[in-house]
């Protein structure tokens, strides 16, 4: 009986003490809000970039964001947060602006300068070639995106520069993976890597070592065709490769020579690429 008379009484302690703190709460008087013309909140935010305080710069140009939403004055505030959040190194900031002004703005003068931040923010954040590649994929497509949507955009230019380095990286990754794969004999899953650089990455400066690689690898499983495909096709394309040399060495130990087989899917690579 007493214990329960205990529970009670601490229960009432508890909802008197909450009790009180709303009464405090409510005799706190609220700040009223106070609406600041955009044009002043837009003019602050671009004096403090002047100088140099992007933190607070960001700040005011958040704050037209939120008292004047949809006006002019907020869509020049949008990507100039885009902007200084890019700047200060807030990518995942920096791309989750730039997304929402192409999503409100997607025909307006500034949105080939808010996909090229978003680009930008994913291509900053690519990492070793030992590691995942998911924000260099990330980084392609959105380079990709910015080339295609807007090739005569003044930013177009250097994104196919960095278009092209990602793309070197993820192929770089490809290879590394099945450079590991070939040295253990695991010649399908080498292959299967190999066969990604082809297909996808042609114009990347592993190519040649892929040819070369796939033609190590189908030549130790015995699948000769395939192998001299390879090789001719190194040839073909790269005859002063030093790849080539390597596979054409490799072929003549046996008393082989590099020969296209029209029908292999690595000849076929190419002829698409071609087209």
């Not at 009464?23 to 602050?44: K, M, R, T």
């Not at 070793?128 to 990330?138: A, G, V």
């Not at 490809?174 to 450079?179: I, S, W």
Request: contains cysteine; aromatic residues 12%; glycine residues 6%.
């Amino acid at each position: 009986m007493r214990q329960s008379f205990v529970r009670v009484a601490a229960v009432l302690v508890l909802l008197g003490g909450a009790t009180a703190l709303v009464g405090c709460s409510s005799d706190e008087p609220l700040e009223p809000f106070v609406e600041i013309p955009a044009e002043q909140s837009y003019n602050a935010g671009i004096a403090y970039l002047q100088q140099g305080d992007y933190k607070k710069a960001t700040e005011k140009f958040e704050e037209v964001d939120q008292q004047h939403p949809y006006s002019e004055w907020a869509r020049k505030s949008l990507i100039m947060t885009t902007y200084t959040n890019y700047t200060r190194g807030n990518f995942t900031e920096a791309i989750t602006q730039g997304k929402r002004y192409l999503t409100l703005y997607p025909g307006s003068e500034d949105a080939a300068y808010a996909q090229w931040m978003i680009a930008q923010s994913y291509f900053n954040q690519m990492p070793d070639i030992t590691r995942d590649q998911k924000m260099t994929q990330q980084a392609m497509q959105a380079m990709q995106e910015l080339v295609e949507r807007y090739p005569d955009s003044p930013y177009a230019a250097e994104g196919r520069k960095r278009l092209d380095i990602a793309k070197d990286q993820l192929a770089g990754k490809e290879m590394e993976v099945g450079r590991y794969y070939l040295t253990r004999s695991q010649y399908i899953g080498a292959i299967n890597r190999f066969k990604v650089v082809v297909q996808e990455y042609q114009t990347t400066r592993h190519i040649e070592e892929a040819l070369e690689r796939l033609t190590e690898a189908y030549y130790a499983m015995g699948i000769v065709d395939e192998a001299q495909t390879a090789a001719a096709v190194l040839g073909h394309n790269y005859p002063d490769s030093r790849w080539y040399k390597d596979a054409y060495k490799l072929l003549n130990t046996n008393g082989l020579e590099p020969r296209e087989n029209s029908q292999s899917w690595i000849s076929k690579a190419f002829k698409a690429a071609l087209l």
